[in-house]
């Protein structure tokens, strides 16, 4: 059984294919999360008034209490739809880099 060299890992083309979908995703992922995040910061910024807005007559909630609970809302979705694609695809390409190496 003859383990590879960390360059035949890193030229591996299974290995190449991994590293690129894990970046690709992460890199989306990052930039929904970005926008999402900052989008309510600018909105917090740059319109108050909009935000302080009473969502129905006397009732204290303003518009930017469900924004903000939807902003955390949307962080969490993000975070399942990496765990999702982890569980469901990345970890199986794992254990096939994993035992290509392993394996020689």
């Given at each position: 059984m003859?383990?590879k060299?960390?360059?035949?890992i890193?030229e591996?083309?299974?290995?190449?294919?991994?590293?690129?979908?894990?970046?690709?995703?992460s890199?989306?992922?990052?930039?929904?999360?970005?926008?999402?995040?900052?989008?309510?910061?600018a909105?917090?910024?740059?319109?108050?008034?909009?935000?302080s807005?009473k969502l129905?007559?006397?009732?204290?909630?303003?518009?930017?209490?469900?924004i903000a609970v939807?902003?955390?809302?949307?962080?969490?979705?993000?975070?399942?739809?990496?765990?999702?694609?982890?569980n469901?695809?990345?970890?199986?390409?794992?254990?096939?880099?994993?035992?290509?190496?392993?394996g020689?």
């Amino acid at each position: 059984m003859s383990k590879k060299t960390v360059h035949e890992i890193l030229e591996d083309e299974d290995f190449k294919a991994l590293s690129s979908q894990k970046n690709v995703i992460s890199i989306i992922l990052t930039i929904l999360e970005l926008v999402l995040y900052f989008g309510f910061i600018a909105l917090i910024a740059f319109n108050k008034p909009f935000l302080s807005q009473k969502l129905s007559g006397e009732g204290a909630t303003t518009i930017g209490i469900p924004i903000a609970v939807g902003t955390i809302l949307g962080s969490w979705v993000f975070t399942g739809i990496y765990i999702f694609w982890a569980n469901s695809k990345y970890d199986a390409e794992v254990k096939k880099v994993k035992d290509n190496i392993i394996g020689g």
